[in-house]
């Protein structure tokens, strides 16, 4: 994968991949990456009858007269999401029932024929343009219960659905593609991504669209370390098994980074966590283990993605508003503020000094991914006494790396990058 020079043995550990410049982020992908955080919403008809319901059995399904959240307000959902510090939103629009949030003309099960009436998907825009967030779209291709079947009707069917949703609605920042997809799909799916949302952002999407992300291999916010944003191939999986071992490759032949996605409530509680049910509040992440997740997800180059689940009132639950609000909170606190900070370089050894008086436990690096990802290697140095003294070691970094250390307290400082594919363009570094 990486090869070292016969000098380098002797200097630097420097790595020099074979191809590294010829693959470059789109300008979505780096939007994207700039993101950072964002949330995925889940509403089902399912959570008005969660103890009858079977996603294999199709006489579970419930009626549409059940559906009726008589307090929803997306605008709610949007507030609770940026209060978090989060920058997009997606919305499940369609889960693993078939229920549809928009009054679908290709069958009836959906909101138009609900007590509810009101097109969901429609506020949910209207609520993140109000407030600036980016929207995006779930829409699962591989189960429906509604239907039961995935015959060539099926697949007709989703191809109507996806053509309502990404004509009708505007542009999406992401659409996810839960599972992959299958049943046939990519070929029409891929010319109708280029004719009707070319800029969107593929979770699980077909490679050959050119903005597509991955799954980092589990549901836990954890994603493997190091980790780049380059890969030879997506995946395909729904969420249910684990896979490890998921890093990327810094020689890989797509710009495919990884996107962390976990529930706010552990993944024992009902629906694993992504959908809400009585009684659950107790099964909450709490702020500390959520920054647990913002270190693993986004201080490891990928995007985080949070669940946020809605009760059958239509709202975000006051625990989980609490929970969001606090970890918006606790994300300023830590970060707002910087020992030390040096933005725009493009030298192997950066010097800082930190004349704080406060002892160092996090060093971030930001490489500008217009360049794509060149660091393969870096050390992070303290002055003690007279001699430097190595604080931190790391690899891959791409649009973000964070890492913790034991604290320590000096006024100079540096970081060596050890290995680099390529001219250095790096964006930022700052010492917290």
């Known amino acids: 994968m990486v090869r070292l020079s016969l000098i380098s043995l002797f200097i630097t550990l420097a790595y020099i991949p074979s ?4 693959v470059l982020p789109s300008k979505d992908q780096i939007a994207w990456a700039d993101a950072e955080m964002g949330v995925i919403i889940h509403l089902d008809i399912n959570i008005f009858a969660p103890e009858t319901f079977d996603y294999k059995k199709k006489e579970t399904l419930p009626d549409l007269s059940i559906f009726h959240p008589s307090k929803l307000n997306t605008d709610q959902w949007v507030k609770t999401a940026k209060a978090a510090g989060a920058k997009y939103a997606v919305l499940t629009v369609k889960h693993g029932t078939g229920f549809c949030l928009w009054p ?34 779930y829409y699962n291709t591989n189960t429906n219960t509604y239907y039961g079947t995935h015959d060539e009707a099926y697949t007709k069917a989703v191809l109507a659905q996806l053509n309502e949703l990404w004509s009708n609605y505007g542009p999406m920042f992401e ?15 891929l010319k109708m991504i280029h004719d009707k949302q070319p800029q969107a952002i593929l979770f699980q999407g077909p490679l050959k669209a050119g903005n597509t992300i991955r799954w980092i291999g589990n549901e836990d916010g954890f994603a493997a370390y190091p980790q780049w944003s380059r890969a030879n ?26 996107e962390s996605d976990f529930p706010i409530r552990r993944n024992y509680a009902w629906n694993g966590g992504w959908l809400w049910k009585a009684g659950e509040d107790k099964d909450l992440f709490s702020v500390k283990e959520l920054m647990e997740k913002y270190y693993k997800s986004v201080g490891r180059n990928t995007n985080m993605l ?53 002892a160092a436990s996090q060093i971030m690096i930001m490489e500008d991914l217009e360049y794509g990802e060149n660091i393969l290697a870096y ?4 002055m003690m006494g007279d001699k430097w003294k190595e604080v931190a070691t790391g690899e891959s970094v791409g649009h973000k790396r964070i890492q913790t250390f034991s604290p320590v307290n000096a006024e100079q400082w540096r970081l060596m990058i050890t290995g680099n594919a390529g001219p250095l363009h790096i964006r930022k570094v700052a010492l917290y």
């Open 19 to 22: 191809f590294s410049q010829l």
């Open 104 to 137: 679908s003309a290709v069958n009836d099960y959906n909101v138009g024929h609900t007590p509810y009436k009101k097109d969901i998907l429609q506020d949910f825009i209207a609520s993140c343009k109000k407030y600036g967030l980016r929207p995006g779209l």
């Open 175 to 189: 659409i996810w593609f839960d599972g992959g997809l299958q049943n046939g799909l990519e070929a029409d799916v």
């Open 233 to 258: 191939e997506t995946t395909a999986s729904d969420g249910t098994v684990k896979i490890d071992g998921l890093h990327g490759d810094p020689e890989g032949k797509y710009w495919c980074p990884g």
């Open 306 to 358: 949070v669940g946020m689940v809605v009760d059958t009132s239509g709202l975000i639950p006051k625990a989980d508003s609490l929970v969001f609000d606090s970890l918006g909170h606790r994300l300023k606190q830590v970060f707002s503020a910087p020992l030390a900070v040096r933005n725009n370089l493009t030298q192997s050894i950066i010097e800082f000094g930190n004349k704080t008086g406060k």
């Open 379 to 382: 050390s992070l140095q303290a």
